[in-house]
């Protein structure tokens, strides 16, 4: 059924509109959860995903183009449209192609089950900047990573703007929560930290691309990954750099690391 809003304080809008990422994510009763796709090629790979909707808000005259396709597939699924000027309203509407989709979290797989068939995947400890977690689940996908695994610190991956700066990639990537980075040792992994020691190999070392199973481990933005991270890890592994450039971006240094590493 479709449903045009008139007005922006329209209960419907509630989850779009007013609803924060703590309200949506519901720690207390995380089986409640919610997330917010946008555009239609991010709801598209949520859905292929298995991800299942809740509502959609659609500006009204998508209806019958790019949306068709995606409400096609979600026939019995509560469908609000408004015009441009009541959606512009919403925070950031103008960069979300014209349409929304409220969906339920998927429940989370252990780290066993998703890498048990991995051989190259990132694990990521503190990093609180979900356009940083969006981009490297970007390069994840785009060059070679079978997985991701992240710290309970971490931005979560399913908040809007990690969604869309990942392309929807956060849904094709499978990812979790991980409490131990021994976890990954009991499962067959090598261990790579990217830290700036002076001790460590460079990321092109044969002794990285020969491992079996590898995990590479990069840190917050600014510090970088703990001392006690570093030490449980079986390498240490920098990027070298020109120009008296010390660092990159941790978003930038997980795409180097993932080309270099997730052959």
Known sequence: MITEITDFLAPELDVYARLTENQLLNREHPEEGLFIAESPKVIERALDAGCVPVSFLIEKKHLETQARDILARCSQIPVYTAEF??????????????????????????????????????????????TNIGAIFRSAAALGMDAVLLTKACSDPLYRRAIRVSMGTVFQVPWTWIEDINQLKELGFKTAA?????????????????????????????????????????FTVKIPMTHGVDSLNVAAASAVAFWELGQ
């Open 194 to 234: 990217m830290a700036l020691k002076e001790d460590t190999l460079s990321i092109r070392d044969e002794r990285l691309r020969q491992c079996e199973k590898l995990a590479i481990v990069l840190g917050t933005e600014g510090d970088g990954l703990a001392e006690s991270t570093i030490a449980e890890c079986d």
């Open 85 to 130: 000027d009541v959606l512009t309203q919403l925070t950031g509407f103008a960069l979300t192609r014209g349409m929304l989709c409220a969906m339920h979290r998927p429940m989370h797989k252990t780290p066993e089950e998703i890498c048990r068939t991995a051989r190259r995947v990132a694990v990521l400890e503190d990093v609180m900047n979900p």
